[in-house]
């Protein structure tokens, strides 16, 4: 990764802090500017290493930057891009780590104009139990998966320059389109977080819910670690993302209606062999192998 003039990183929380961190254990020298709207986490960003100055604004941040990152949640992406579209250099390439992609190529290619071919599309596969950039790392993405969704229009040396960056940060880069990834992602981290919250919003609003959670033991928790994640966030990529979540739940709501018809016919062999079959699938996925996405 050569030397940057300048990174502008917009949203100094888990994943933009992270990658600035990164971004300098691998050489990176310039200054890193850091624009949030809350003004206590881009002092701790300083403090903390992660960035070198504090914008007053998301133009001032990207004026004069070779590389902007947008790390902010899918809804914000929007007028984040607006403003900076206003400031961003002609050779500047923009990035951003939202979780859903669609849309969020629409957005960009609205907001950016003739700077869209400089953006680039990204989706790091990462994260920790905390967020903010208190629990920003500078190893968050080593061995990570990075999901970049490039379109026609996207400039060649754009992507490479973002796969670069990434690969600096100890990542491993991926390609996909837009619609894949969401197709993908809807059915492999957006519905299982759509479950879990409907499985613990449930049990929460029983009269006997405290006595149910005090005998939860590790299936439950494990299950249902995922409905402590950020609220707004997950409001934000559930929408942005719904018609593939929708489809993806109706697809589980089959696969449910079909065990609870074996239950219900006390079929033990039809349930043994959903059961069996289900393990076998798990037993063969290794976290962050399966398929080549290049």
């Not at 969020?104 to 953006?119: D, N």
Request: aromatic share 6%.
């Amino acid at each position: 990764m050569r030397r940057l003039r300048k990174v502008a990183v917009i949203g100094v929380g888990l994943i933009g802090g992270s990658l600035a961190l990164a971004l300098r254990r691998a050489g990176f020298a310039g200054p890193v500017a850091g624009f949030d709207r809350d003004r206590g986490a881009l002092e701790r960003a300083v403090a903390l290493h992660a960035i070198d100055e504090i914008a007053e604004s998301v133009s001032e941040a990207t004026r004069g930057a070779e590389l902007v990152v947008v790390a902010v949640p899918v809804r914000a992406i929007g007028s984040v891009l607006h403003d900076v579209g206003l400031a961003l250099d002609a050779k500047a390439v923009v990035t951003d780590v939202g979780s859903t992609k669609a849309e969020v190529v629409e957005i960009a290619r609205h907001e950016l104009r003739e700077r869209f071919p400089r953006f680039v599309p990204g989706h790091p596969i990462a994260g920790r139990e905390s967020s903010g950039i208190e629990a920003a790392t500078l190893d968050l993405f080593k061995g990570a998966r990075v999901v970049l969704t490039p379109v026609a229009e996207t400039e060649l040396k754009a992507t490479d320059f973002v796969r670069a960056a990434w690969e600096a940060a100890g990542a491993r880069v991926s390609t996909l389109s837009a619609v894949d990834h969401d197709r993908i992602f809807a059915a492999v981290s957006h519905l299982p977080h759509f479950l879990s919250f409907a499985l613990v919003s449930e049990i929460a609003s029983r009269p006997d819910s405290a006595d149910l959670f005090s005998f939860a033991a590790g299936g439950f928790r494990d299950f249902t670690r995922i409905a402590a994640g950020d609220p707004a966030m997950w409001r934000d990529v559930l929408l942005a993302n719904r018609e593939q979540v929708l489809q993806q739940s109706q697809a589980f709501r089959a696969a449910l209606s079909q065990l609870e018809a074996s239950m219900s016919a006390g079929d033990s062999q039809a349930l043994e062999d959903a059961i069996a079959a289900a393990s076998a699938a798990r037993a063969r996925w290794q976290p962050g192998a399966g398929l080549s996405l290049d």
